[in-house]
């Protein structure tokens, strides 16, 4: 279930300055820029649906931005550490590619 934010949203109710200007447009102070993260991440890689079990983000890009927008604090946390853990087993996938590769492990003999 997405809870609103009652309070502490960025997007355009924040009077600090913003540290973060997600793709949208909108501006993240320091407290919140891990919601424009979040926004920047699934516009780099096309708008994913995320699955932890179940659907965590889903839809297109408005449907996306707007579960990152009302989601609660630990949402978005979650959210976050499951995209870290993302990046982590891309990143081993491609170094290990590039291992073999300078080995010569799977290069083909011609």
Known sequence: MIELLVDGDCAGTCTEEPVVIDVVGFQWCPEHEHKGRVINWLAAHNWPELRIGYPVVEGDKWCAVNQVLF??????????????????????????????ELAGIGSEVR
């Not at 550490?81 to 996938?93: D, G, H, K, M, V």
């Open 71 to 100: 989601a609660s604090e630990d949402w978005i946390w979650t959210v976050w550490a499951y995209i870290e853990y993302l990046e982590s087993e891309w990143n081993s996938q491609r170094a290990g590619r590039e291992n073999r």
